[in-house]
């Protein structure tokens, strides 16, 4: 996968984490919950590209992550070097 697909209407702003243990518990906790599975991507981006955002604090340090508006989610794909990698998946 090269792209993340573009938000729904309901989805104005794309999460990115900044660790895969925060991922996990999204994935697990709370979209299996809510839609039956849940998985954690890895893809590199141009440093210099998500620079433009700043970390936000999403409930402490172990809960750190991007707010990117669904209308910048072209932009921020052209940014990402490589493949997504799916590597961690909850059926």
């Known amino acids: 996968m090269r792209a993340f697909p573009p938000r729904l209407p309901d ?3 794309f ?3 900044t660790s895969e243990a925060y991922a996990v518990k999204i994935a697990r906790d709370w979209n299996v919950p809510a839609s ?3 998985f954690v991507t890895r893809f590199a981006i141009d440093k210099a590209y998500l620079d ?6 999403a409930g402490g340090r172990d809960h750190q992550e991007y ?3 669904a209308e910048d ?3 921020f794909n052209a940014a990402i070097i490589g493949l997504i990698e799916v590597v961690v998946s909850f059926p």
């Open 52 to 57: 433009a955002y700043p970390i936000q604090d």
């Open 36 to 38: 039956g599975a849940g």
């Open 15 to 17: 999460y990115p984490v």
């Open 67 to 69: 707010w990117i508006p």
């Open 11 to 13: 989805q104005p702003i």
């Open 73 to 75: 989610l072209p932009a």
